[in-house]
């Protein structure tokens, strides 16, 4: 489901997206595909999920057939005006400082500068997965509405022409976007939100939900645990009960079209995506 | 007399909002005029302390006397701000501007900033003895103390200068891209009719500067006035935000009175589930494995929990995990007397 392709990750703050991108990434590479995982903003979260201090802005293989990178926006910003918009070198200093002012105060050109620099990781042609750590879902819509914005903003030339192919690669079926949510209240409201701003406003490939950290059911009924004697064992069953039952009641509100399990008493970040690596094998 | 004011920050998710409330309640309960101020509470959480619109003026709660609770819209609170300091023409003409949207809902700073002037207004109004503020999880809620700063720097026309060079003209009729030759490549790129629409929007958002300056040197001093709460849950993701008030603290900020782990399993399942299995089993298999991983969960916690305050020597304190979040008056009181190590209603009284 997730081994080729684009595949954007974004979701509320706290769901874990940067987790399921680590792990995703870390599946593709365990079949033998070639991917990139890409860190949009606070690179920290993916690089520790993935077992790394930091990531650079160029492309590391930091597992066999895995590669990562952090977009800053300084860099991304170089490389978008040499690559992309072929600034030459004489008055590149110019052209980097409006596009600096640009950046503060004019909408999608933060936005279009990081798409750019995904957009570019997936034509090159050289990777069979990227998947990126998105922004949450609070930002995604400016970020997807960016090339538009952009193409409204600058009549015409190369920003313009760019920013056309950016839309074109965003809407090609094998990108999808994949929300993550926990079951809660609050999650939940806004990852239906951004799944029908994205259905009824942005063009792109297909979009669905995950649900994660979901919680198995107990098997046991609530006459039993009631008449447990009190102590450890039946509190750490109510617990349980009533955290499953709270979450079936979201998870039918959400229903998602994949879920991954909640993982008890695992530590790092990085056994944390290793193991959600293991689910989605076991779920494909 | 003056207002005090408690900042409770943290990254997304933590339960900062029902924590807020929490505080509150007791706050109100323990004799003080209380007002909280919430960015997106739960509806069942907004419905509790009566307030259900966004950019609501701040109501009194029906079940508590002495409790308020205001809740912020961003988006409104920054027009309103633009109103406040510019002239009413300027104001009108930001509002309307194609780039203006962009400044106003994207700008990290810009909400971050927004809901520090509402609070500053609220403390300056001395209607209360204490204010609790749910602070937006800009930049995992540091971007709240250094919002002033960042907001000073955008419209006080550092970028302004470099398209219009060293001296500042005094009109905006002054500037066009023709006139400067070294614009000329960069409005080869991106068209000049661009950089010049740019230029006369960041003039307009210019006039705020003398207004938002001062206003920002308000409001950083009532953060250095404040008491910093910063709410975490054991997982990694939160304790690095948190990590940060004691690593990165910006100068605008006081070092956190104390850090709230909340959603914390009791320490005796992991001694119980020792017990159990040294002795080798029980009859019901499925209860026993479900105590095993929520014990391994609150070792977990523990572990984590431990780490942090190691590194930081941080006052800490535990908040049980409730799996119904408390929502009620009664509840939300009982929320905060329970936290274990630190004694609240201390903080609250200072």
Redesign the interface.
Same mark, same amino acid.
């Given at each position: 489901m997730f081994e080729e392709g684009l595949v954007i990750v974004s979701g509320k703050g706290g769901v874990g997206k940067s987790a399921v991108t680590a792990a995703i990434a870390q599946h593709a590479a365990a079949r033998g595909q070639r991917v990139l995982a890409i860190a949009t903003n606070d690179a920290g979260g993916l690089a520790a999920h993935l077992g790394q201090n930091a990531l650079g802005y160029v492309p590391d293989e930091i597992m066999p057939g895995l590669f990562a990178t952090g977009v800053d926006l300084p860099s991304a910003l170089t490389e978008y005006l040499h690559l992309q918009l072929k600034v030459p070198t004489p008055g590149f200093g110019m052209v980097a400082r409006a596009f600096d002012v640009l950046v503060s105060a004019a909408p999608g050109m933060r936005e279009i500068i990081t798409i750019g620099k995904v957009a570019h990781e997936v034509g090159r042609d050289v990777w069979d997965l990227v998947v990126v750590d998105a922004p949450a879902t609070g930002q995604l819509g400016s970020y997807l509405r960016a090339p538009e914005t952009v193409s409204d903003l600058v009549p015409a030339g190369r920003v313009r022409d760019q920013s056309a192919w950016m839309e074109s690669i965003l809407a090609a079926d094998s990108t999808r976007i994949l929300l993550v949510s926990l079951l809660e209240e609050l999650p939940v409201r806004e990852t239906l939100e951004a799944a029908r701003d994205i259905g009824s406003n942005h063009r792109v490939g297909t979009h669905l939900i995950l649900a994660n950290r979901v919680l198995p059911r107990l098997g046991i009924s609530a006459t039993r645990i009631a008449n447990l004697g009190p102590g450890p064992i039946r509190h750490a069953a109510e617990h349980h009960q009533a955290l499953y039952a709270a979450q079936q009641q979201w998870l039918t509100a959400l229903s998602p079209r994949e879920s991954l399990p909640y993982l008890f008493g695992i530590l790092t970040p990085a056994e944390v995506a290793a193991r959600l690596a293991d689910e989605l094998a076991v779920a494909t | 007399m003056s207002t005090r004011a408690i900042l409770v920050t943290g990254?997304?998710? +933590?339960g900062k909002t029902t924590i807020s409330a929490a505080l509150a309640v007791r706050g109100a309960q323990l004799g003080l005029r209380t007002l909280v101020v919430t960015v997106?509470p @739960?509806? =069942?959480l907004a419905d509790a302390l009566g307030v259900d619109s966004l950019g609501s003026e701040p109501t009194p709660n029906e079940r508590l006397d002495g409790l308020w609770a205001a809740m912020l819209d961003a988006a409104s609170s920054w027009n309103a701000i633009i109103h406040r300091h510019a002239p009413p023409d300027v104001a009108e003409r930001l509002e309307h501007n $194609?780039?203006w $949207?962009? +400044?106003a809902? =994207?700008?990290p700073a810009s909400q971050a900033y927004a809901a520090a002037e509402e609070m500053a207004n609220f403390l300056d109004s001395r209607v209360w003895d204490l204010i609790v503020v749910d602070t937006p999880?800009s930049a995992g809620g540091i971007g709240f103390f250094t919002a002033p700063g960042d907001m000073r720097d955008?419209v006080g026309g550092r970028?302004l200068k470099? #398209?219009t060079g060293a001296r500042l003209p005094g009109r905006k009729s002054f500037f066009s891209v023709a006139g400067r030759p070294? #614009?000329r490549? @960069?409005g080869n +790129?991106?068209?000049t009719? #661009? #950089?010049e629409r +740019?230029a006369e929007?960041?003039f307009d958002l210019r006039t705020t500067y003398d207004g938002l300056a001062k206003r920002a040197k308000e409001i950083e001093r009532h953060f250095r006035q404040s008491t910093i709460l910063v709410v975490t849950t054991a997982d990694?993701?939160?304790l =690095?935000e948190a990590g940060r008030f004691f690593r990165e603290l910006p100068e605008t900020a006081t070092t956190p009175a104390a850090v709230l782990f909340n959603r914390m399993?009791?320490v005796?399942?992991q001694?119980?589930?020792a017990e159990l299995e040294a002795d080798g089993g029980t009859r019901?298999r499925?209860?026993?494995r479900?105590?095993f =991983?929520? @014990?391994?969960?609150a070792?977990?916690q523990s572990? @984590?929990r431990k780490a942090f305050v190691d590194r930081y020597h941080a006052p800490v304190a535990a908040l049980a995990?409730q799996?119904?979040a408390p929502i009620d008056i009664d509840a939300l009181a009982h929320l905060i007397r329970s936290a274990s190590n630190i004694d609240f209603d201390q903080i609250l009284q200072q």
């Open positions: - | 990254g997304g998710g +933590v997106d @739960a509806k =069942r $194609e780039f $949207e962009a +400044v809902g =994207r700008f999880p955008l970028l470099w #398209l070294a #614009l490549i @960069a +790129v991106l068209g009719d #661009l #950089l +740019v929007f960041l990694p993701a939160p =690095r399993l009791p005796e399942w001694d119980k589930a019901e499925a209860l026993e479900n105590l =991983r929520w @014990a391994a969960e070792h977990r572990d @984590a995990w799996p119904d």
